[in-house]
């Protein structure tokens, strides 16, 4: 039990290392521990490929898991031996069981439906969500907002390290430019108030606070959604204003759908597929909207936001994926602004 304990700490360090985000490190342990229990808690290095092949065929058939959820225990177990126990696992060829892949058709809202779930939000929720919506954006990079991101002189979002990894800028709503003005002039005061008080710093990400230190208690790093509340960082232990739990957002979204009596599963990533859609249907073309999500290539926008919008996309023949984006750069808006 103590090499199993001394092994998932050993784990930690090495994701801290390599940068990755707390949550992928509770993630990747969740995983490496379960799998060392399915195998009665055996160490890994008394274990290789029937072991991995085994346990992940459980996964896919007695457990019946999602691929996105078998493939992230995988990778878990890949990083486990290449990064930990520094095993090449390349000439394994693992041969598993995969999870059966589901095709999920992308439930989407019309603009009036989006309308009445915001007209049941209230506060920061409401800013958060129209905006989540009005620049096409994940949870995730909703909540990772920092005040730099912000450029209201030329309307512009900077969206930083996303899911693909790839860096974007997205144009504002101008109908919130207001709002995101008088939200900025209130965390500054916060800032202030957080410093008066023995507090002021954020996280920073990829180890800027030790390139520069004194970066995590400028105004410009600070969140622009915070929690209310200081809170201590589960790893460095430090108390500091985190973003708002993604947890908490998540709970507003449901409570704002059912109160707009819809008949349609409302979750964050649901604005993201209506923004998407609500400009293919403006006439925006797909090469445009790929960018503006973020995704590595228009196939990728048209698996996961066309299929609602079948007779809108027939309508688009293949010339518009050769289309030079920023001819059409200064005539994107955000729906919002329709």
């Not at 095993?87 to 598993?96: F, G, L, M, S």
């Not at 707009?260 to 445009?288: E, M, P, W």
Request: one cysteine or more; aromatic letters at 10%; proline letters at 3%.
């Amino acid at each position: 039990m103590q090499i199993k304990k001394k092994l998932l700490d050993i784990v930690r360090e090495k994701i801290r290392f390599k940068h990755y985000s707390i949550s992928t490190e509770k993630t990747y342990v969740h995983w490496i521990k379960h799998y060392i229990f399915f195998h009665n808690k055996k160490h890994p290095v008394e274990m290789a490929k029937n072991e991995i092949e085994e346990y992940l065929t459980f996964l896919a058939t007695k457990k019946q898991v999602s691929p996105s959820t078998q493939n992230q225990a995988f990778n878990a177990i890949l990083f486990l031996y290449k990064e930990v126990l520094g095993v090449d696992t390349t000439e394994w060829n693992i041969q598993a069981l995969r999870a059966q892949e589901r095709k999920h058709i992308p439930v989407v809202l019309t603009t009036q439906e989006v309308q009445k779930v915001l007209q049941n939000l209230t506060g920061i929720y409401k800013l958060m969500v129209t905006l989540m919506y009005g620049c096409g954006l994940r949870m995730n990079e909703v909540l990772n907002i920092r005040i730099k991101d912000l450029d209201l002189g030329f309307n512009k979002l900077y969206i930083w390290n996303s899911k693909s990894l790839k860096d974007r800028t997205v144009p504002l709503p101008l109908k919130l430019k207001d709002e995101l003005q008088v939200q900025v002039k209130r965390i500054e005061e916060i800032h202030k108030k957080d410093i008066s008080d023995g507090f002021g710093t954020v996280y920073m990400p990829f180890a800027y606070d030790k390139k520069y230190p004194k970066a995590k208690l400028e105004t410009k790093w600070q969140y622009l959604f915070p929690m209310n509340n200081i809170s201590k960082d589960p790893r460095s232990k430090e108390k500091r204003r985190h973003h708002i739990h993604p947890q908490t957002l998540g709970r507003n979204i449901k409570v704002a759908a059912q109160k707009a009596n819809l008949n349609k599963r409302v979750a964050s990533h649901i604005f993201r597929h209506s923004y998407a859609t609500h400009l293919l249907q403006v006439g925006i073309d797909l090469r445009s909207i790929q960018e503006l999500l973020g995704h590595k290539s228009v196939e990728t926008t048209m698996i996961h936001h066309t299929y609602a919008l079948a007779t809108v996309v027939s309508a688009f023949s293949a010339r518009y994926t050769h289309v030079v984006s920023e001819m059409n750069k200064t005539k994107l808006i955000s729906p919002l602004d329709f």
